[in-house]
């Protein structure tokens, strides 16, 4: 049984720091490329940052030298470092896993909610 459980979320004010992490189980961790997303109201979800199995890692413009996503392949834990928050950032924030190829899969955490306020 797959499990994604996200932690960290909350109300913090502008310029502020958060630190997420997600913890996963039942998968095979080393091979899963992980990424954070997150969705506001009235808004689509969006890619916030990812990062593979190589290690290679993706941010949204958005976010670029704010956001920094990591992961400890020896914990099954993946984390995203919010610095210099703003109120743009108020959104419930998901843990994800995914692979294109086979074993082939999506996973998504129930989410936590981040709010900045101005």
């Known amino acids: 049984q797959v499990q994604l459980v996200e932690s960290g979320g909350g109300l913090v004010q502008a310029g502020e720091s958060l630190r997420l992490s997600c913890a996963a189980s039942?998968?095979?961790?080393?091979?899963?490329?992980m990424g954070w997303y997150r969705q506001a109201p009235g808004k689509e979800r969006e890619l916030v940052a990812a990062?593979?199995?190589?290690?290679?890692?993706n941010y949204a413009d958005s976010v670029k030298g704010r956001f920094t996503i990591s992961r400890d392949n020896a914990k099954n834990m993946v984390y995203l470092q919010m610095n210099s928050l703003k109120p743009e950032d108020t959104a419930v924030y998901y843990c994800?896993?995914?692979?294109?190829?086979?074993?082939?899969?999506?996973?998504w955490g129930q989410g936590t909610q981040v709010t900045v306020s101005s």
């Open positions: 039942g998968v095979i961790f080393s091979i899963t490329t």
């Open positions: 994800n896993a995914h692979r294109n190829r086979w074993p082939q899969y999506d996973y």
């Open positions: 990062v593979t199995s190589g290690g290679s890692t």
